[in-house]
């Protein structure tokens, strides 16, 4: 049987402080989020830097489509102007984004949001993010933490009788790289974990037409300090396989 091919989009950005290659424009992704699509049985491509004219035809090769983390989204995807705190963001790379996973979408195609994927996911839906945590006056805990992926930082507490719930055990100790938020949830998705702040650290698909889960946290750096993070990856590959029937 041939592998399910999983898409995973990139960022934009000029290769600095390396030997050689200074200067130059790339297309990354996390090695850590390919190694855990593989690790779960897909074969992982990263989608470079393209038109989104192309995002149709991209979609049209994959089984399922991977949304990674990085920088901020552009506040006018969802009708602000920045404000004080929103950090750096690239409405190139977000359009690029958003034509993917529209068309991911309209194809019916199994979604994984990381951390910014999330954010992008709840925006698409018509939801909207807290441009920096600050203007939430209810954060008490520390949300970007300045120790390494591996390390946990705070709990996740997981919403009863979601699929969420399948996966991780309530009050999982997670990773935290956002000074972001969710604020209002978008169109036929639910919250289904939350910090102990409140503040929203995951949410999923209730539309049977969008097949999509997505969590605030990096569990692709999160596997080695704890294994049942890899579950969010076998999750996603198993809906990918349940998709292709
Ligand atoms: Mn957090």
């Known amino acids: 049987m041939k592998k399910p091919l999983i898409g995973i989009t990139s960022g934009d950005r000029y290769l600095y402080q390396t030997d050689n290659y200074s200067g130059v424009r790339v ?48 506040p006018q995807f969802y009708d602000q102007e920045p404000t004080e705190k929103i950090q750096r963001f690239d409405p190139r790379r977000d359009k690029r984004e958003i034509a993917l996973l529209r068309a991911a979408i309209d194809r019916q195609l199994p979604i994984l949001g990381l951390c910014r994927g999330m954010q992008l996911a709840n925006i698409v839906r018509g ?20 120790s390494d992926g591996d390390v946990p930082s705070h709990r996740i507490y997981v919403k009863e009788d979601s ?45 049977p037409d969008f097949n999509f889960l997505g969590v605030q946290y990096h569990p692709e750096q999160a596997i080695d300090y704890n294994p049942v993070h890899f579950l969010i ?7 990918v396989h349940t998709n292709q029937l």
Request: proline share 4%; no cysteine; glycine share 8%.
């Open 127 to 146: 939801g909207s993010l807290f441009q920096d945590l600050s203007d939430r006056p209810e954060t008490t805990i520390a949300h970007v933490q300045l």
């Open 233 to 239: 990856f076998r999750d996603f590959l198993d809906r």
């Open 27 to 74: 297309s990354y992704s996390m090695a850590q989020v390919s190694e855990a699509i593989s690790q779960a049985g897909g074969l992982p491509v990263i989608i470079p830097v393209h038109d989104p004219v192309q995002s149709a035809a991209y979609i049209d090769h994959l089984d399922g489509l991977v949304l990674q983390g990085g920088a901020d989204i552009s």
């Open 163 to 207: 699929r969420l719930s399948e996966l991780l055990p309530n009050q999982t100790m997670i990773n935290s790289y956002h000074h972001q938020a969710i604020d209002q949830v978008g169109e036929g998705l639910v919250v289904s974990g939350w910090a102990e702040d409140g503040v929203i650290e995951a949410i999923e698909s209730v539309d």
